[in-house]
């Protein structure tokens, strides 16, 4: 019955472009799809001369209602769909579950010098990015070239308000040209940025062309000295550009993309070619995925939806539905032209059989380890994953907790757990820096935002799941800092304690596991351990803030004379029983001064 009412209700919308909502029995939404033609898309999912594959008849059993979005353009449809999809996680949406930050050579050119160094968070403020490379090794040679040859500022002091009196040590070793005492002018210092950035192009080939003609003429002129380092800057950015492959003539900015299947698993390769060297190259793995097209599209969707450079020409092995509104939105995005190929003959070509032969290689290699990681997978991590519904395997799991007593010395802790197991050299212990008062919300939100934008900072990997201590309030609190960060696919989740009730985000409801079930007792194991973790901290700090006070309270003691005796005994109890001798031999405590020592902590510090 509800069948026919949804074929109705499709028969009747709008012939528009926009965007559909699919929802389960619950609510909760399932599926977003985008069309050209809402009643004609929509209808197709009842209609029975239609194929459809395996993963589309089970979304369509589960479909218990819809909605839609009507939207005045085919790239506005796609805009929205990718908006909706971030926001509600669609179970039967392909996804690009990637968490990794590339990094970027930044060249700070609003600044009157400018700096050139590597970042990972890309912002709007006027500079000019180089990347994503996802070779740290080679954004690593490239800024000791550029660090060896120009000798560039490194400091982040603001030059149009400070100035030095005398140079760091960077200027007397031959590492900074030391514009903060004007020791170079500001049109000298950019010609050195200028030929930073045109290796950061690939117009290497110029800047070695200048260098020559300057080294020359400086032989000539008998600076020898000049001449040899010229000679030197030349050796040295050949050195660092022969590492890169050059597979393009034209200094060509491309995106090749190429996949690999096998039994419903899918690895897309993705080549990165700058001004026609390859810098950089990375796969991505799709599972239980069986449409090629479908998966190439939420690729191109999602990947450039978040990177911050879009290159000039993006190529593809095969054809896909959605090509010229996919281009019109990036062409958009970029505010230029972009081009979406599927090349038949030469190098383009090659280059498109190159990414394929990558992505077998690499899809081989991830089933390899998926068989191998399954056959020694820790107790309750594949029950965690199919009782939560998980997209990923929690194999590394971050629990956190807050711990205080009245809103003082206020900590959290962070344990991590591998394989079911907890992982000692992964725990961290957390002063709460910013919070005051009794707040475990803000220090939680503190917490998170500490631990994981060092994460994105460094280029590190996320855990597999974050695991929060609370209900439904803490786990949105702590979404919102991921959100922040750029991580709204990271998978994270909290622990109430009363009911032991699991909160997802997505779902209204909190899932209750069976209380028999290894996935449950994992999950407690973790909280139940950060929570040991946070209140030992918790008590060393109280210990310590109370030790301090009371030795601070005895006439005669100070600061220094307190570290004295705490070196010496260690603990405030073994000071209270030491005798008036012993404590003499602590360097600053007389006689007399041991005696009310002595006495003070014998009236006031009882068993």
Known sequence: MIKIDLKVKAKNLPCEPGVYLMKGQTGQIIYVGKAKSLRKRVKSYWQKSNIQRFKTKVLVDKIADFEYIVTDTEV??????????????PKFNIQLKDDKTYPYIKVTIAEIYPRVYKTRIVKNDGS????????????NDILELVAD?????????????????????????????????????????NELITKVIMILEGKEESLVGQLEVKMEQAAKGLE?????????????????????????????NQDIIALATEDNDICLQLLIVRSGRLIGKEDFIFVDSDDLTEVVTA?????????????????????????SVIEEW??????????????????????????????????????????????????????????????????????????????????????TFQNGQPYKKGYRRFKIKTVQGQDDFAAMNEVIQRRYSRLVEEGREFPDLILIDGGKGQLNSALRVLDELGQHKQQIISLAKREEEVFVPGNEEAIRLSRNSAGLYLLQRVRDEAHRFAVNYHRKLRGRRLTHSMLDDIPGIGPKRRKALLQYFSSLEKIKTASVKELTNVKGISNNLAVVIKDYLQHHLRP
């Open 76 to 89: 506005e449809a796609l805009i929205l769909e990718n908006n909706l999809i971030k926001k509600y996680n």
């Open 149 to 189: 040859l120009f000798s560039l500022r490194d400091c982040k002091r603001d030059l149009t308000v400070d100035k030095e009196e005398r140079a760091c040590l960077n200027y007397h070793i031959e590492k900074c040209h030391a514009p903060c005492i004007n020791e170079i002018n500001q049109v000298e210092y």
């Open 224 to 252: 020898f000295e000049k001449a040899a380092k010229l000679r030197d800057q030349i050796k040295a950015i050949n050195k660092v550009t022969q590492k890169q492959k050059v597979v393009a003539e034209k200094l060509v």
């Open 299 to 323: 690729f191109l969707q999602q990947y450039y939806d978040q990177v911050y450079y879009i290159p000039e020409e993006i190529l593809l092995e095969f054809m896909i539905d959605d090509l």
């Open 330 to 415: 990036l062409q958009h995005k970029k505010e230029a032209k972009v081009e979406l190929k599927v090349p038949q003959q030469g190098q383009k070509k090659g280059l498109v059989d190159l990414a394929a032969r990558n992505a077998r290689y690499n899809l081989k290699e991830y089933r390899f380890k998926e068989k191998f990681s399954s056959q020694q997978l820790g107790k309750g991590v594949k029950q965690l994953q199919q009782g939560l519904g998980l997209n990923k395997l929690p194999i590394k799991i971050e629990g956190f907790d807050i711990s205080n007593l009245q809103g003082t010395d206020t900590v959290a802790s962070l344990v």
């Open 128 to 139: 000019r990015y180089f990347g994503p490379y996802t070779d740290v090794k080679a954004v």
